[in-house]
């Protein structure tokens, strides 16, 4: 018994946005950025026990242009940066990082000079996973939830008008300088208000 037997009449009523998310996040593929000891609990994600290919995501692509999703596990060093972007801006759109460690995430232990402080200085990161390692339950649990974002992602302007929105909530918590702070959220100091009667005589 499929899922069609489940349909009244045989009928699937969808949206274009929600029919290109399903399949999206039905065909990620890896490109495996292995770098430290994360990199074996990633393989171990991969193994039997855990079973990564029931998401279909088995095949790690050696080669960028057959990837969209990138897997950052371990540090990276300031010699490794321009490698790891070089590698980002060769995968195919629409693609997606998951910064695995916090090694990856922050810099973790290696607070010095040669290490990056967090990848997200060099790619934008679209999933953080703590822990040192995480364990690959951990990893399976932002891969599902990397694939509740791939479906519901907009698409053409609808995606515009959402990724300034969350711009602008993000702006909205940062503790930041009054100049920095967008023009919608910009209060005026109680001083520099003009009084009701000045600024209805300017209207006149």
């Not at 891969?143 to 993000?170: C, F, P, S, W, Y």
């Not at 967008?182 to 009701?196: H, L, M, R, S």
Request: aromatic share 4%; proline share 8%.
């Amino acid at each position: 018994m499929g899922i069609e037997e489940k349909l009244p009449s045989g009928i699937l009523l969808t949206t274009v946005e929600k029919l290109a998310g399903y399949a999206r996040k039905s065909s990620v593929w890896p490109a495996t950025f292995g770098l430290a000891c994360c990199a074996i609990e990633l393989m171990a994600t991969g193994g039997p026990r855990h079973d990564l290919a029931r998401f279909g995501m088995e095949r790690a692509s050696n080669t960028p242009r057959q990837a969209d999703l990138m897997i950052v596990a371990g540090r990276v060093s300031q010699k490794m940066a321009p490698v790891l972007r070089q590698i980002y801006d060769q995968m195919s759109e629409p693609k997606w990082v998951i910064s695995m460690g916090v090694c990856a995430s922050s810099g973790g232990m290696f607070n010095n000079y040669a290490i990056v402080q967090g990848v997200d200085h060099i790619v934008p990161v679209d999933i953080y996973l703590p822990g040192c390692p995480p364990r690959p339950e951990m990893l399976l649990d932002s891969i599902l939830k990397l694939h509740d974002k791939i479906q519901n992602m907009k698409l053409g302007v609808n995606r515009e008008h959402e990724i300034t929105e969350l711009e602008e909530a993000r702006l909205r918590r940062l503790p930041l300088l009054p100049h920095l702070q967008p023009a919608a959220v910009q209060q005026v100091p109680a001083a520099q208000q003009e009084p009701a009667a000045t600024r209805a005589e300017v209207e006149r």
